[in-house]
Each structure stands twice: as C-alpha cells, then as structure tokens.
C-alpha cells in the first residue's frame, strides 16, 4: 500500500512530472502516458498523468473498484471472483490468438485528507485460486493509482502506475497496440461509466 507521503508526491507529479527516465507513450487531451524498460527486459512499466474536469473522484473510484459494474463496461474484463483477505481473481480478455489472463492480487483503498483515495492492487499466490488450462496466469503484477478532487470537486485529477508480465510470446506490436490505443480507451470508457454512475444518483434523489 501507499503512504500518505507516497501520494503526496504522486499528485505532486500532476503539477510537476517526474519522467526524465521516461519515455513519453501516448497522448490524449487529457492525459499523458509515459513508459520506461524494467531491469534491461523487454518489460515495460507504466505511468499515466491527467484529470476529469467535470467527473468526482469518488465517482471515478467507484468506476474502477466496484467489478460488478466495471463488468457492463469494461470489454476486456471477462470476470471476477471474491476470494479471502482482500484478495480477488480476475480474468482479462486477450486479442486473438492469445490465450486469456488471469491474476489474483490483494487490492486496498484508502482514503487521506483532502477526499484523496489510493487505489493499490499487487499479485499474491493463493491456494484456493489454482492457474487453469487455457488461461495464462499473471503473477508479476501492480497498480496503484492516485485520485485527487480539483479545487471546485467537479473533477478529480489521476496518477497512475501500472505493471505486469503478461508471459508468452507475445509479439510487440500487440503489446505497444494495447498501450498507445488501449490505455486512452479505457480513460474513456471509465471516464463514461463514471458519468453513469452521476446520472443513475441524480435520478435517485430527483
């Protein structure tokens, strides 16, 4: 999990970038996509950076940790399991002919002063979660993700780090496809499901 410290200098990345050994991936109007090498591999890490003017943090949080919704929007998540401890198993769709992943990985919230929540998701091995044939079992694998309100808490601005290693042979115009293409969509799409998710309360306490 993160520290308070440790967001803390996440959200002072959204005003001040720390990507000198960065490469810089892939851009939107709102968002920045950064990658770098991990430990002279051909694996890649990486960073996003940007903001939502006009959706709520505990909107977007909500978006991406509550997987019963994120199933009706998510198209590449094929489904999810509670197991104990904060642990869950999730499987993610591939491009043909890849096999589907799978990853089973604690994931805790938190929330700091200021309405800032931390979102930190790490793979754990779990006996009652054996691999299963025909699906490829990610066991290198973090997020962590930072969202903080804008000053007028219309919006909210995002830092987010990312990493795994999804095996196989997979060739690299796969793999840089679902970064520059992939990563944007998905902003877009949580950012979408977010907006459900205002419009579904307004018209509760309409």
Same mark, same amino acid.
């Given at each position: $999990? ?19 050994? &960065? ?14 090498? +991990? ?40 489904? &999810? ?47 009652? $979660? ?15 993700? +930072? ?11 995002? &830092? ?39 419009? $579904? ?6």
């Amino acid at each position: $999990m993160f520290t308070e410290d440790q967001a803390t200098a996440a959200m002072s990345e959204l005003k001040n970038p720390d990507v000198a050994s &960065w490469e810089l991936f892939a851009e939107t109007i709102n968002f920045k996509v950064y990658r770098r090498g +991990v430990n002279g591999s051909a694996l890649k890490e990486y960073k996003v950076l940007g903001s939502y003017s006009d959706l709520p943090a505990k909107y977007l949080l909500r978006a991406y940790t509550d997987l019963n919704y994120r199933k009706t929007w998510d198209k590449n998540m094929a489904g &999810w399991q509670k197991l104990e401890e904060d642990r869950l198993h999730f499987t993610s769709k591939f491009p043909w002919p890849l096999s589907p992943r799978d990853y089973v990985y604690e994931l805790r919230v938190q929330e700091f002063n200021g309405g800032v929540y931390c979102v930190n998701g790490k793979s754990v091995a779990d006996p009652a $979660m054996p691999e299963k044939s025909g699906t490829v079992r990610v066991d290198e694998y973090r997020q962590d993700v +930072v969202i903080q309100p804008t000053d007028d808490g219309k919006g909210c601005n995002i &830092w987010f780090g990312y990493f795994d290693n999804p095996k196989g042979s997979i060739p690299s115009s796969i793999v840089n496809w679902a970064a520059r293409v992939g990563v944007p969509s998905f902003l877009d799409s949580i950012k979408k499901a977010g907006h459900s998710l205002m419009e $579904m309360d307004e018209k509760v306490s309409a």
